[in-house]
Nanobody, 116 residues
């Protein structure tokens, strides 16, 4: 069983930056891929970025602005968000999957609000 705890959300002005963190605990040995998703009101949950064995993938809408990183133990994953836009506002969720990309756990979500 894996538990995920996210932190770092909050209110930021357009153009500002935030750094989200996700800490995994429990049976973390099977974690292969770690990702950040987001869900805005009335919209489907969407992939923001993921990372596995050093390879990263980003949604087109965040390329060049967001950076995902993970420690070697795969127990902490960060999302550095720069040049934030109002459309980036959402609840951000951390997700971890095994080698076969089966869901292991989801975090509880952290709110990001981008507003002046």
């Amino acid at each position: 069983h894996v538990q995920l705890v996210e932190s770092g959300g909050g209110l930021v002005q357009p153009g500002g930056s935030l750094r989200l963190s996700c800490a995994a605990s429990g049976s973390t040995a099977n974690i292969y891929s770690t990702a950040w998703y987001r869900q805005a009101p009335g919209k489907k949950r969407e992939l923001v970025a993921n990372i596995n064995t050093g390879r990263t993938n980003y949604a087109d809408s965040v390329k060049g602005r967001f950076v995902i990183s993970r420690d070697n133990a795969k127990t902490t994953v960060d999302l550095q968000m720069n040049s934030l836009k109002p459309e980036d506002a959402a609840v951000y969720y951390c997700n971890v999957r095994d080698f076969w990309l089966r869901d292991i756990a989801w975090g509880q979500g952290t709110q990001v609000t981008v507003s002046s």
